[in-house]
């Protein structure tokens, strides 16, 4: 039976970090995302690691997970314009001392699927010591989108989170804090514009317009009727 090391380690991956001290990439928010009603939110998990954020993009399209007793890894793939997007590692890699980590790819039929749920478990992480302390990390995953779910990965034990985006909008981008493993999550998410609305004003503009010009004005503008307008961050 194979048994985890236990692990002291300095300070510096059980005291909270200032924002601007941790892997931060600092994506600017793609075009076709309107900031209009952003909200700052306080990642679930621990305050260990240091921080990090994905930034945001047009949705998710795949997602690996390394786990065992807890999750020790994300790295998260997006969408952006229709190129993908590879983000970087979040966490560490005990893999080549621990035979029971596993590797887990979940690949989205993007744009079809999109992910519209995370949920989990977070407690303390006794096999880490750090000043007489355990270091409370993510110690499970569920992902679900639009079509199907994906896990659960790690252990599922501890404090339970659960977030889930509703009327129509996605999860586009990642952020947490992470260091020898992934101590805590957050999410920034996007909705879609109202389809009814758009509709109503396309039927206004061809009472008003001239045909040609009423069909220029639909062939420019057809994409904003599938695009993300509003960016939340949770």
Known sequence: MFVTPTLSISCITCVQQGEEGGNNKGHE???????????????YGGTGGGPW????????????????????SICVAYDKDGELVNGDKHGGDTSSVNPLVSFNKITLEYPDEFLVSVSGNYFEA????????????I???????????????????????????EDGGQIVGMKGRSGW???????????????????RVKESLKQLW?????????????????????????
């Open 181 to 199: 493993y992934l101590d805590a999550i957050g999410f920034h998410i996007a909705h879609a514009p109202k389809r009814k609305l758009f509709r």
């Open 29 to 43: 928010s793609p075009g076709k995302i309107r900031l209009d009603g952003f909200v700052p939110g306080k990642p």
């Open 139 to 165: 110690r499970s995953l569920k992902f679900e989108s639009n079509r199907r779910t994906f896990g659960p990965f790690g252990i599922e034990v501890g404090t339970p989170f659960s977030f889930t985006v």
């Open 210 to 234: 001239p045909s040609k010009a009423y069909d220029f004005l639909i062939k420019i503008t057809k994409p904003l009727s599938i695009v993300q307008c509003t960016g939340i961050s949770m």
């Open 126 to 137: 006794p096999w880490i010591v750090c000043n007489g302390c355990n270091p409370v990390v």
């Open 53 to 72: 954020d994905d930034g945001m993009y047009h949705g998710v399209r795949e997602i690996t997970v390394a786990s065992d007793l807890c999750i020790e």
